[in-house]
């Protein structure tokens, strides 16, 4: 009898903690930064978050390029899913890397645009630089043929 009596009180108290603990986990907020800071004996407060400072024109324009850029990457990609290897998927992968080239290249343009509005003559160079490079790139170099000496364990005229 003391045995179900137990039984008994651990059921009833199971049933009045588990919709306690259920409202608890629905009221829990999600956890940030801020939230995060262990609270300290004697700190009432916790230290004010530092603000990042709002973008500039250059760095919004250089995120709309990125951003735009990978979306047409990934709407390439996600069309790649299931193809079976063939001319399709290569022409698809081609599309990728024009369109990977054609983000980096509006990226430099843009990023020598603004150099030129502050005078960085410096980033203006390196940005038209890698265009050029992009766009002609060096040819590789002509190895002169290499003469094929006949095996060492053949003698002229002679077997192995």
Known sequence: MSRSIVILLLALALL???PVVVRAADEVRPVTKAASVVARPGVTEAAPRAERPARTPEEKALRAVEDEGQAQ?????K???GLQDGP???ALQRKVEEVKQAQHLE????KARF??????LATIKE????????????KP???PAVRQTPDKNVQEGGRP
Request: proline share 5%; aromatic share 2%; no cysteine.
């Open 16 to 18: 009045i903690l588990v």
């Open 73 to 77: 990457v990934e709407a390439l990609v």
């Open 79 to 81: 069309s790649m899913q």
């Open 88 to 90: 399709v998927l290569r």
């Open 107 to 110: 990226f430099l343009r843009v």
């Open 115 to 120: 150099a030129r509005e502050r005078g960085d």
């Open 127 to 138: 940005a038209e630089r890698l265009i050029q490079a992009i766009l002609n790139p060096p």
């Open 141 to 143: 170099v002509a190895t």
